[in-house]
């Protein structure tokens, strides 16, 4: 897989994306940094480049990360990004179906970036399409296998458009488990939340948590927040 044009250089690795549907992207970017990382056995699902993993990674010296894709190309990509980087020996590349995934060791950690947006139309890519469509992992499938491969005291978090936050949080409550965190993702402090950060636990009597995270000042630069973030990881 060529990567010369295909690459994100941060300061401890680069993520090259060139054989995968979905690109690197802000949305990965944020869970990576924001979601709370403790836990010795974390999954990525629908990992794609292994943005979020090799995030994960470089902020938790414990964890040993699976990063599981059902796309092949991806999946060979997120390989190659793992073995070219610093903590090779704990990231693991897996391409499956994760609805198949065995529960032989319970996960401290799940995210997701779900590569999908249900009822959004269709593209011309039939890769990019079952990425984004959902064509192989619904948002109930998706809580189904956090549901079932979490520990007792694992946590599991996603990002999503705002607008699904409320029937995203009902359904992990179907499931048993209790929205703990939420961070609204802003570009600016104007204008309306546009992503959610959301953090489950399967912890009934847990108090949700809200807060708001912004991308840029009014003025269009680096907010604050934002810039303090990313300095451990991005060059610029």
Same mark, same amino acid.
């Given at each position: 897989?060529?990567?010369?044009?295909?690459?994100?250089?941060?300061?401890?690795?680069?993520?090259?994306?060139?054989?995968?549907?979905?690109?690197i992207g802000t949305d990965g970017v944020l869970l990576g940094l924001l979601v709370r990382s403790e836990g010795r056995r974390v999954l990525d699902v629908g990992t &794609? @480049?292994?943005?979020?993993a090799l995030l994960l990674a470089q902020r938790n010296?414990?964890?040993q990360i699976t990063g599981i894709d059902i796309d092949a190309d991806a999946?060979?990509?997120?390989?190659l990004?793992?073995?070219?980087?610093?903590?090779k020996e704990r990231l693991h590349a897996v391409c499956e179906d994760v609805r198949h995934h065995p529960a032989e060791h319970a996960y401290d950690l799940v995210v997701s970036n779900p590569p999908y947006f249900e009822h959004s139309p269709a593209t011309s890519s039939a890769a990019r399409?079952?990425?984004?469509?959902? &064509? @192989?992992?619904s948002h109930a499938e998706l809580l189904d296998v956090a549901a079932r491969l979490l520990a007792p005291k694992g946590r599991f978090a996603v990002i999503l458009p705002s607008e699904q936050r409320e029937d995203f949080v009902y359904g992990a409550w179907q499931r048993g488990m209790a929205c703990?965190?939420?961070?609204l993702i802003k570009t600016t402090p104007a204008k309306p939340a546009k992503r959610a950060i959301l953090s489950f636990v399967a912890d009934g009597s847990v108090r949700q948590t809200e807060r708001t995270f912004c991308l840029s000042q009014p003025d269009?630069?680096?907010s604050p927040e934002y810039q303090q973030l990313v300095q451990d990881f991005f060059i610029k």
């Amino acid at each position: 897989m060529g990567c010369s044009s295909d690459t994100f250089h941060f300061k401890q690795f680069s993520v090259c994306h060139a054989g995968c549907a979905m690109k690197i992207g802000t949305d990965g970017v944020l869970l990576g940094l924001l979601v709370r990382s403790e836990g010795r056995r974390v999954l990525d699902v629908g990992t &794609g @480049s292994g943005l979020i993993a090799l995030l994960l990674a470089q902020r938790n010296a414990d964890a040993q990360i699976t990063g599981i894709d059902i796309d092949a190309d991806a999946s060979q990509q997120a390989a190659l990004n793992f073995e070219a980087s610093p903590w090779k020996e704990r990231l693991h590349a897996v391409c499956e179906d994760v609805r198949h995934h065995p529960a032989e060791h319970a996960y401290d950690l799940v995210v997701s970036n779900p590569p999908y947006f249900e009822h959004s139309p269709a593209t011309s890519s039939a890769a990019r399409d079952t990425a984004r469509l959902g &064509g @192989s992992l619904s948002h109930a499938e998706l809580l189904d296998v956090a549901a079932r491969l979490l520990a007792p005291k694992g946590r599991f978090a996603v990002i999503l458009p705002s607008e699904q936050r409320e029937d995203f949080v009902y359904g992990a409550w179907q499931r048993g488990m209790a929205c703990e965190e939420v961070i609204l993702i802003k570009t600016t402090p104007a204008k309306p939340a546009k992503r959610a950060i959301l953090s489950f636990v399967a912890d009934g009597s847990v108090r949700q948590t809200e807060r708001t995270f912004c991308l840029s000042q009014p003025d269009g630069r680096r907010s604050p927040e934002y810039q303090q973030l990313v300095q451990d990881f991005f060059i610029k």
